[in-house]
């Protein structure tokens, strides 16, 4: 054992041995080792929230590597064919080539099953992942200046994995992903003026026609999958560019970046945690069914299946037009406008319009022109915090609404009580989210001061010679007030005149605005206060501490 | 057709009397008695099903009154003393041994409470008990009958079955039978471990909010083919793992996001908090 540790302890490459030589060879030819030292020591920081990005990288990997082993076997074809396969409810029945190739993989090619569950597992986690990295990204104020344009790129990742998502969900042409696709063809009819020309264009003519599945194959594996990783690039490019951000803490400064260097700490782990990543979906995909397509049998737009919902990352927006009130329709000009479309159509669009553009509006509200590398503790921006969870909220809203059926039948509501119960929080739940959220977040920086100030409750109760009891507080360590009084203030702006000597509309909105922002706002503790704290801590602390609270 | 015949003959025989010339004093009660009878049995043949016909002939008058009693004793106070309904239930004339065999056998009836439905409960009555009642129920008025064991082997077109069960039965009760919402708390049950003879009995009477489906619209053979889809279902657990409740998607996010997501969450925190 010792020596056998020792030996990996020093790895001897000798210069002239063969993996001297083979580097040797390889640099003399490509002067590649000056991008290994320049990218071998870049650092990143340790957060696990920071890898969530990375996850959802490895689940696209993950995607790509099954989908390949996929397109041997699928046929993207609605040809008409009789099913004449393993799965004995379907056997005789007649089906489109899509589906027909899809049961095959499923029940006749070794190992297809498994490789159609782990890329649809895959999927689901990809668009997750790219979720909850948003959420990390906005709640801790990483898309601020340089960062902005990053954040567009990685929503228009997270809009085109939704693409792929439903493109995909759509290719096995079976029952549940016919309905689906009903529903997509129901809502671009509902556009006003162009829609129902839009949908010949995308079916080949009327719904469902013979075409679809094709098309929507190309998009699925050629155009779809290029765009994503074209972005991802750019994406990974602008991560290098800019330098990883980092929490506030001892030592680390918006000049620095903390951390461990690509190689070999860095690539190590990122590479061990690919094979979590991926050893977590095979899991997934060896246990638990995913997209039955053998259940839901061919499409056919007579039959739908109680509890059709489409994938969870298009719930939001199925939800959305099950909130609309019903029979919300007038017919103008000589045409039907369908407002229980419309109007979810544009609700959709405004939400995801401003999760794209936050950047640019908390930019122009705050009139920041800073760079920021350090992160936002949620908390010390109450405010962004509050319209984060208001957001979530208004999204959970809709998400819960595209299940409102087995919400009423797993917790023994009527469906109608659910409905209106979600329409409520849809409105109610986001200003309720805000001013909760608001709220909280100020009193825990309240909280934080204090503790930075007067140190941390004890819990050991001491009488004074007076007879007074006080609770004696430990004061915090260097390391720990740091983390505590690092948030960087920003002052509301203010109304000025322009260079003509103006005071516009748009100024004084702008002010308005900024000054609802920075509402309520704690200014962060000068060094001054700090120090006063501390000394006069390290002075009488249990006595004057106590006389205070 | 049997039906129709029998008062045909019994016609016949009025005219003989009318030729002697006499009427008997009871011609009256038998004129009205062979009109009401015609009618009523020319109304039956329209609107019972052809597996009416077979009615009570494997009930006995022992099983009848036995049901009887048990009717009064447990039933009456909703239905009516002779099943013929009251403000607070339906008239029982004419909903046939598989309504009863159907509700009772299931333990929906007699109902715990008043609701939204009648749901599915521990049947308070043995089988014999549910034969009896049914047997009683069947005995007031001609209905549809417990189905032929021959219909409910499970083992006939599973494929032919499927395809009827995605266009008449999945809308509600969801394409595996996991179950779905109606509307104003009522709901389509999961058909999971329901037994053959309750999905056909529930096929041809329709019970709470489910629509008839007659021997005309899916032929008995039909229905023992949807029976034979279900069995299949049950028998053959699904091919890809845990089926996660057959409700798809919703089923699907929510472990993804809760267990998935989790784990691998858990994970990312064990991977960085390593090297501090």
Request: with cysteine.
């Amino acid at each position: 054992m010792t020596t056998e540790t020792a030996i990996a302890e020093t790895p001897r490459i000798k210069r002239d041995g063969f993996f001297g030589q083979a580097a040797n060879y390889l640099d003399e030819r490509t002067s590649i080792s000056g991008v290994v030292k320049e990218f071998g020591r870049k650092i990143f920081p340790d957060h696990w929230s920071f890898l969530l990005g990375e996850v959802a990288l490895y689940s696209f990997i993950v995607i790509l590597l099954t989908g390949t082993f996929l397109t041997f076997f699928f046929q993207a074809s609605m040809a008409e064919v009789v099913y004449n396969g393993a799965w004995v409810p379907l056997k005789g029945i007649q089906m489109s080539a899509a589906l027909d190739s899809t049961l095959h993989i499923s029940f006749d090619i070794r190992g297809g099953l498994l490789m159609r569950q782990i890329h649809h597992w895959a999927a689901l986690l990809f668009v997750a992942s790219i979720g909850l990295h948003m959420l990390r990204i906005f709640f801790t104020g990483a898309f601020r200046k340089p960062r902005e344009l990053n954040w567009v790129i990685g929503f228009t990742l997270f809009v085109l994995a939704m693409a792929e998502g439903f493109t995909g969900y759509s290719l096995p042409d079976d029952l549940l992903s016919g309905n689906g696709l009903r529903i997509i063809s129901g809502m671009i009819e509902g556009i006003p003026l162009v829609g129902t020309w839009i949908n010949f264009l995308l079916f080949g003519g009327a719904y469902p026609g013979t075409a679809i599945v094709g098309r929507l194959y190309t998009l699925h594996i050629l155009l779809l999958p290029a765009f994503v990783l074209a972005f991802i690039a750019l994406h990974l490019v602008f991560v290098v560019v800019h330098k990883h951000t980092q929490f506030a803490g001892a030592g680390r400064t918006q000049q620095n970046v903390v951390g461990y260097p690509i190689l070999p700490v860095y690539a190590g782990k990122a590479g061990g945690f690919f094979f979590i990543v991926f050893g977590v979906i095979v899991l997934m995909a060896s246990l638990f069914t995913i997209n039955p397509v053998w259940e839901y049998g061919p499409y056919d737009p007579s039959p739908i299946s109680a509890g059709t919902q489409p994938d969870w990352y298009i719930g939001f927006a199925d939800g959305m037009l099950r909130l609309m009130p019903p029979h919300l329709e007038t017919y103008w000009f000589h045409r039907t406008w369908s407002w229980f479309i419309i109007i979810p159509l544009v609700i959709l669009v405004v939400f995801i319009v401003l999760v794209a553009i936050y950047p640019f509006i908390e930019a122009w509200v705050t009139g920041d022109k800073r760079e920021h590398h350090i992160l936002d503790r949620p908390r010390n921006a109450a405010t962004r915090t509050a319209i984060g969870a208001a957001g979530v909220t208004f999204y959970a809203a809709m998400w819960a609404a595209a299940s409102g059926d087995l919400i009423a039948t797993h917790f023994k509501f009527s469906i109608e009580g659910v409905t209106h119960t979600i329409q409520t929080a849809l409105i109610v739940g986001p200003i309720i989210a805000y001013f909760v959220t608001k709220r909280v977040c100020i009193a825990l920086q309240k909280k934080d001061r204090a503790i930075a100030l007067h140190g941390y409750e004890s819990g050991r109760i001491v009488r004074l010679p007076g007879g007074e009891f006080i609770e004696v507080h430990q004061p915090v360590d260097e390391y720990q007030r740091w983390e505590l009084v690092s948030n960087e203030g920003y002052a509301p702006l203010v109304v000025r005149p322009d260079s003509r000597g103006r005071i516009t509309a748009g100024t004084r909105f702008r002010a308005a605005m900024s000054r609802w922002f920075f509402e309520d706002r704690l200014a962060p503790l000068t060094q001054t206060e700090i120090e006063a704290a501390q000394h006069h801590g390290h002075g009488d602390a249990p006595a004057v501490e106590g006389g205070s609270h | 057709m049997a039906k129709l015949n029998q008062p045909t003959t019994s016609g016949r025989s009025t005219s003989r009397k009318r030729k002697t010339g006499r009427r008997s004093p009871l011609a009256t009660f038998a004129l009205i008695a062979i009109g009401l009878g015609l009618t009523g049995g020319v109304y039956a043949a329209a609107n019972a099903t052809p597996s009416a016909s077979a009615d009570t002939a494997s009930s006995t008058q022992q099983q009848v009154s036995d049901g009887e009693h048990l009717f009064q004793a447990n039933c009456a106070s909703c239905h009516g003393m002779n099943a013929v309904g009251t403000a607070a239930a339906p008239s029982l004339i004419g909903v046939g041994a598989a309504a009863v065999d159907f509700q009772v056998g299931t333990g929906r009836m007699p109902m715990a409470m008043d609701g939204p439905q009648a749901e599915e409960k521990t049947p308070q009555f043995t089988d014999a008990q549910t034969k009896e009642l049914a047997a009683y129920v069947a005995s007031l008025a001609p209905g549809p009958a417990i189905p032929d064991a021959q219909y409910l082997t499970g083992n006939t077109d599973a494929a032919a079955g499927a395809q009827l069960f995605r266009i008449n039965c999945a809308m509600c009760h969801n394409v595996a039978g996991a179950g779905g919402a109606l509307t104003e708390g009522k709901f389509a049950p999961p058909l999971k471990g329901v037994t053959p003879a309750h999905i056909y009995e529930a096929m041809l009477t329709g019970p709470q909010n489910m629509p008839v489906f007659n021997d005309r619209n899916i032929t008995p053979e039909q229905k023992s083919d949807i029976i034979s889809y279900l069995t299949y279902l049950e028998k053959n657990p699904s091919p890809g793992g845990f089926a996660l409740g057959d409700l798809g998607p919703v089923a699907e996010g929510l472990f993804l996001w809760i267990f998935g997501l989790g784990s691998i969450v858990g994970l990312a925190v064990w991977i960085t908090a390593k090297s501090n």
